[in-house]
């Protein structure tokens, strides 16, 4: 399961943004199922600004993003381990939280943009960049069959190639 910084959500929001594009592949796999996770933080540190430059449409966009996330609620164990997080790796306390919802919530990665901060050197969850996230393309899947969505690969062959 991914877990989501708002750096990224703020891209992914984006139709035009190239790094937006691979996360939003990510909430586009899921189906109708949640995307992933994140804290409740992300709904003031990613609404209140299209909020108060009346950015609707933007507004819409990241509320829509924000919907398909399970989110959790920064309770004390939450807290507490934000403290020992950012203490370790001298986060800020919003950016403590978000890598602490990403562990207490047991997640496989941490989704961020945020390479100063979140270096690879965090040792709870696997901190992953959105450029590291494989190319996603969507094929003609009426024509010919096939899955939503197909990983493209730089230098091995397609299941096609191989038969």
């Not at 910084?5 to 139709?15: E, G, K, N």
């Not at 978000?98 to 945020?114: K, M, P, Y």
Request: proline share 6%.
């Amino acid at each position: 399961m991914d877990c989501f910084d708002a750096d990224v959500l703020i891209y992914a929001a984006d139709p035009t943004n190239p790094t937006g594009r691979k996360v939003r592949a990510l909430f586009d796999a899921a189906g109708d199922e949640f995307a992933g996770v994140g804290s409740t933080l992300l709904l003031t540190e990613i609404l209140i600004k299209p909020a108060r430059q009346g950015k609707d449409d933007e507004a819409l966009a990241l509320a829509a993003l924000i919907g398909r996330l399970e989110l959790w609620a920064v309770d004390e164990g939450t807290a507490s381990l934000a403290v020992a997080l950012g203490a370790d790796y001298g986060l800020k306390a919003v950016d403590a939280t978000h890598l602490a919802t990403a562990v207490a919530a047991g997640a496989d990665r941490f989704i961020t943009n945020n390479r100063r901060d979140f270096t690879t050197e965090i040792v709870e969850v696997d901190i992953t960049y959105p450029d590291e996230l494989p190319d996603i393309v969507q094929p003609e899947q009426e024509r010919y069959g096939l899955p939503h969505y197909r990983t493209v690969a730089s230098s091995s062959p397609t299941p096609s190639s191989t038969s």
